[in-house]
Structure formats: structure tokens, C-alpha cells
């Protein structure tokens, strides 16, 4: 089994779907004010492209590996900063021993996420507008490690996902008061129910290298989500992301103990790719992390964890970058 504890990172840009959300539909709205013939479809096809992306961002974060936990800034030149807090906490629990042939595990998974924008005014008079989005979600699934060799693992597996999510904005400037706020309800100030349908593939390599232990994992994620409720007749989520991603790790014992444990470390890299409307969200395809991890091993069967560690890492991307410090372990 393992688990993944908290951290905390400073991203410089990146993050930015949920402040763009105002700008998209500014632009849709202004057009529809000088085109009086423009239907209103046309305001209805932005925000659900806009909020699509949204939400595929916000459940690829709070499902996925691909952020540590903790609380980002996104500096946004001539705009207000964004920022976001998350948390999430996984836990796999496997059902059988080690070296068995076919390993079947289950996993869980609850993740919370708050983001805060802001946008300024059109002519650069008044105050900003506010918006905040807070995410709850709950997630249970199921895999395999099937041996396809004696180090040579594939692990398919399936999650779904339950998440709520809800969006608050506020109207300071008398641009938004006189133009947005007649919106409110229908893009803005909304609740989404939703379920993520995951299904992944991965594959593992785990063996000896010299007198440490190399591992490589390369899998790919297919999040699909579907609104089951929303408070506006005009929101329908109904979209999909890809997460492909490669990651290779050495753990190396250092020949130190420390209380029961023997300690090692651990650096790793991952690339990651997304693909699909959480891409779009997010502005970025590829993520890069580069980092280590100093974990106390223990042997003694009696013991709760068989490791736990400590680590940092820095994450950098298209126009995105940042750092986590975490710890987690397995049991």
C-alpha cells in the first residue's frame, strides 16, 4: 500500500483556465452587444468550451500524479496572480503477496482543491473581478500487476471518480455589474456534479542495477468526464483528456541507519505529456520533474511502513515551473 503526505510548491505561470474563463466570455459577450443578431448559442458555446476545459484540468489535478499537493501562484503579467491550494491524499492496497503472478490491488483516492483569480477591468478603470473555485472529490478503483516476466510487470487498472465542483465570482467593476452579471448563473456562479471514468495502462521494469535498484514506469490515462448535474441549464460537461507519462527512479542504499530503518536515496525524472481539453486549460503539453527522495527502508516485518520518505523536486513546463517538497510511504 501506499501514501502520499502533503507539500507545497510556487508555480510562475501556467495555470490559468479558470482566470481566462471571464476573458473568453468577454469577448463572446462584447460581440454579441455589437451584433444584436448574434444568437445567444454563441455566449452558450464559449462558456461550455471555457468551463470544459475547466473541469478537465481540475480532475486531471485532483486524479492524477502529475502535481504534489500544496499551494500554487501563477504570475500573470497585467493580471492579478493566480493561485490554487490542493490536496490529495492516495492510497493503493494490494491483495496479494509480492511475488505473486497476478497482484490485484485497490485504490482510493480524496482530493480537495481551491483556485483564486482575478481579472481586470476592459479599460483598466475600477477594481478587478474575484473568482473562486473550490473542487471536492472521491475516487475507488481496481487493478492487476500481471508478471510478464521476472522483472517485467503490466498493470491495468480503472478508477471512478465523483467530483463536485463550484465556481464563485464577483462583479467589482461597472463593466462586469452591467454586462457579466447578467450571466450569472449560467457561467458564472455555478455548481457541476460530475464523474471522471478512468481507465489506465502501465508498465513497470523494476531490477537490480550495481548496489542499487532501478525502476521505470511508462503508463497512459484516459480521463472521461460527464456531468450528472449542474445549476445552470446551459453547462454540459461531456469531454476528455490524455495523460501519458514516463518516469525512471534509482534507489540507492547509503549505509546509514537510523532507528529501525536503513537509509536510501532515491532521485527520479518524469516526463509527462497532456493531451485533450486539460491542455488546452492548463496552455501546456509537456511537464518535466527532475528530483530526489531520502527514504528510511525498514526490514523488521513488525514494522507498519516497509518505507517512508522525504523529498524535493522541480517541475517545468511550457511557460510553467515550480517545486514540491513531500513525503509519503508505502505499506
Request: aromatic residues 14%; hydrophobic residues 40%; negative net charge.
Amino acid at each position: 500500500m501506499k501514501i502520499i503526505g502533503s507539500s507545497h510548491a510556487v508555480v510562475s505561470s501556467g495555470y490559468f483556465t479558470l482566470a481566462l474563463l471571464m476573458g473568453f466570455l468577454v469577448s463572446a459577450t462584447c460581440g454579441f452587444c455589437q451584433e444584436k443578431n448574434t444568437p445567444l448559442v454563441f455566449n452558450e458555446k464559449y462558456g461550455n468550451q471555457v468551463i470544459n476545459e475547466t473541469v478537465n484540468t481540475n480532475t486531471l489535478f485532483a486524479s492524477q500524479d502529475l502535481i504534489a499537493n500544496g499551494r500554487y501562484v501563477q504570475r500573470r503579467q497585467g493580471e492579478p496572480d493566480s493561485k490554487y491550494e490542493m490536496f490529495r491524499l492516495p492510497i493503493e492496497i494490494p491483495m496479494a503477496e509480492r511475488d505473486s503472478v497476478v497482484r490485484p490491488f485497490v485504490v482510493s483516492s480524496g482530493a480537495l482543491l481551491k483556485v483564486t483569480s482575478g481579472t481586470s477591468t476592459i479599460d483598466g478603470s475600477g477594481e478587478s473581478d474575484f473568482s473562486v473555485s473550490r473542487l471536492f472529490s472521491l475516487t475507488g478503483g481496481g487493478g492487476a500487476y500481471v508478471r510478464l516476466h521476472e522483472r517485467f510487470f503490466i498493470v491495468p487498472s480503472v478508477s471512478l471518480t465523483y467530483t463536485h465542483l463550484r465556481n464563485e465570482y464577483d462583479y467589482n467593476n461597472a463593466y462586469s455589474q452591467s454586462v457579466l452579471q447578467t450571466l450569472g448563473g449560467d457561467f458564472f456562479n455555478w455548481n457541476v456534479d460530475l464523474f471522471t471514468y478512468s481507465p489506465t495502462l502501465r508498465f513497470v521494469y523494476e531490477g537490480p542495477i550495481g548496489t542499487g535498484t532501478l525502476k521505470w514506469v511508462a503508463g497512459f490515462s484516459h480521463l472521461l468526464n460527464d456531468s450528472i448535474h449542474a445549476t445552470s441549464e446551459k453547462i454540459k460537461v461531456d469531454s476528455a483528456t490524455g495523460f501519458l507519462w514516463n518516469r525512471l527512479e534509482y534507489k540507492e542504499p547509503i549505509g546509514v541507519k537510523m532507528g529501525a530503518g536503513e537509509l536510501a536515496l532515491r532521485p527520479f525524472f518524469q516526463w509527462s505529456n497532456i493531451s485533450g481539453k486539460a491542455a488546452a486549460g492548463l496552455g501546456l503539453v509537456n511537464l518535466f520533474e527532475v528530483g530526489a527522495d531520502l527514504m528510511s527502508l525498514f526490514k523488521d516485518s513488525r514494522s507498519f511502513f516497509s518505507d517512508i520518505y522525504l523529498g524535493a523536486s522541480y517541475v517545468s513546463g511550457d511557460s510553467f515551473e515550480g517545486y514540491h517538497v513531500g513525503m509519503g510511504g508505502h505499506f
